[in-house]
Nanobody
């Protein structure tokens, strides 16, 4: 019905940048503009943290205080893809990053990707 696939993770030194991508496919995402997408992360020994989110139009955005000014979320609905640009990375940004999608009519994220690992070395 619907699938989200993250990419772009890897190993980077502190101060570096990465751009994560979340590509949506499947019948559920035919009208991708109707879906909000969020980025979450799970660091070793920690719970899931909401990092950023964007509504279907791309005009409504949320970025967590912990990454404000360093991370930017955007989307290209023509490509069914949402991006997370991560600049000035810190070791504490090390985590597995997941994207999730929810229809505008619902409050729960229904679709989840498999995650992409980001390692920031000091």
């Amino acid at each position: 019905q619907g699938q989200l696939i993250e990419s772009g993770g890897g190993l980077v030194q502190a101060g570096g940048s990465l751009r994560l991508s979340c590509a949506a496919s499947g019948r559920s995402f035919i009208s991708f503009i109707n879906y909000a997408v969020g980025w979450f992360r799970e660091a070793p020994g920690s719970g899931r943290e909401s990092v950023a989110a964007i509504d279907g139009s791309g005009r409504g955005k949320y970025v967590a205080d912990s990454v404000e000014g360093r991370f930017t979320i955007s989307r290209d609905n023509a490509k069914n893809t949402v991006y997370l640009q991560m600049n000035s990375l810190k070791p504490e940004d090390t985590a597995v990053y997941y994207c999730a999608g929810k229809h505008s009519s619902t409050s729960e994220y229904k679709f989840w990707g498999q995650g992409t690992r980001v390692n920031v070395s000091s």
